[in-house]
């Protein structure tokens, strides 16, 4: 199994779910990276018992709240919660308590300037990304900017000088802007694609309600001028019987004549929806799957050498295939429809895509036994094959004998 394979099968099935999860799995991850660096700190350092408990106490309270504003921060962004304006305000309090508590270290002689320094690059670092993920984008800059510049004043105060000082405020000026920039675009990104797939799902009901409209326009197109006249030779049949008149009979039979024509054309209205051709069929499914934003590619290989009976058969496929992956496939990017001919004497339509749940609920639809019903008419068979990855393949078998 290839790297990607294996992040497919990690991350689940493609689409804004799993762009999702790897946002606040990344949540996730700098909280315990921070933890992690605090715990070097605090093995490395010679604050005294005191000193490296208090550490330890308001670390673990900066870590766990540090998670917790950027989860509910993300959920903002996604619509689900509210903006997290205490969880904000107690992150500032533990940081500002943090850099105070350092800088008291430094001027009591318990840690070296070396161990501010990284102790303060680090809470700084840390603290700049989720009040800015929280907060409008002016409040937000404004508190991000403020913390820092009253820890490394606070820093000076308690006697931090030279180099070390230079450190402390050229590693401020770097990672601070960038953390703070990374988890603002975090959020506007978890919030876009949120946006995009709702705009697929509407473009994907808008292509039925278009077809839906072609139908009706059809309809009204073909029907309501001879449902006019029969209503009135219809009307005028009837007064001409009231009156003894034999021409009510000749009207009367223009009546059915039209009520023929009228079954005929109706008849020719629905035969596109009863007949499927398959050349028409294909370029059907690339326009609608990529109206719904599906990347859609197809492959016809012997379809123009198919007898219409085949073709008819392999256009339904195509047909409730394409239907699928509209409703069913929430999180579907690509579609892949090939017709080739196989080493078993046989001639197959393979139609594959991603985006489907690899564990769905049991349905009660009849496209797919419809679809096994009309192959069986030209001895053909179907199969489906639903993978972990979210991978979904669709295979109608002809013989080659029954196609030809």
Avoid at 62 to 83: D, K, M
Wanted: net charge positive; charged share 20%; aromatic share 6%.
């Amino acid at each position: 199994m290839s790297v990607e394979d294996w992040v497919e099968r990690l991350g689940g099935p493609d689409g804004p779910e799993r762009y999702r999860r790897y946002s606040l799995a990344a949540v996730v991850f700098l909280a315990a990276t921070e933890a992690v660096l605090w715990v070097f700190w605090i093995a490395t350092a010679e604050a005294g018992p005191l000193g490296l408990a208090l550490v330890a106490a308001l670390g673990a309270a900066h870590v766990t709240v540090q998670g917790l504003l950027s989860r509910a921060a993300l959920l903002y962004y996604l619509g689900a919660r509210p903006r997290p304006v205490p969880l904000v305000a107690l992150y500032v309090a533990l940081t500002v308590a943090m850099a105070t508590l350092g800088c008291v270290l430094l001027a009591t002689g318990r840690i070296q300037q070396g161990n501010l320094v990284s102790y303060l690059v680090w809470l700084l670092m840390y603290y700049a990304g989720p009040p800015m993920l929280a907060l409008p984008r002016r409040p937000g800059v404004a508190l991000v900017a403020a913390v820092p510049v009253a820890a490394i004043g606070a820093a000076v105060a308690s006697g931090l000088s030279g180099q070390r000082l230079v450190l402390v405020i050229g590693a401020g000026l770097l990672m601070v802007p960038f953390m703070a920039t990374a988890m603002r675009i975090s959020g506007w990104s978890v919030r876009l694609i949120e946006e995009l797939a709702r705009a697929r799902a509407t473009q994907a009901r808008l292509a039925v309600a278009e077809e839906r409209l072609r139908f009706g326009r059809d309809l009204h197109d073909v029907l309501g001028r001879n449902l006019a006249v029969v209503a009135l030779k219809s009307e005028l049949a009837v007064q001409l019987a009231r009156r003894g008149r034999e021409e009510a009979v000749a009207q009367m039979e223009e009546v059915q004549r039209i009520a023929q024509e009228s079954q005929r054309e109706i008849r020719a209205v629905v035969r596109g929806y009863r007949t499927a051709d398959l050349h028409a069929e294909l370029a059907g499914a690339r326009s609608v799957l990529e109206a719904a934003g599906i990347d859609c590619r197809i492959e016809n290989g012997p379809a123009a050498r198919l007898p219409a009976q085949t073709q008819a058969a392999l256009g339904w496929v195509v047909r409730e295939g394409t239907t699928n992956v509209l409703r069913h496939a929430q999180g579907a990017s690509r579609c892949e429809v090939s017709v080739r001919a196989v080493a078993t004497g046989s001639v197959a339509l393979l139609m594959e895509n991603d985006g489907v749940d690899p564990d769905p609920r049991p349905g009660t639809g009849s496209g797919l036994p419809g679809l096994r019903e009309r192959l069986a008419e030209v001895d053909g068979t179907l199969s489906t094959e639903r993978r972990p990855d979210g991978t979904f393949r669709l295979t109608a078998r002809i013989p080659w004998e029954a196609a030809e």
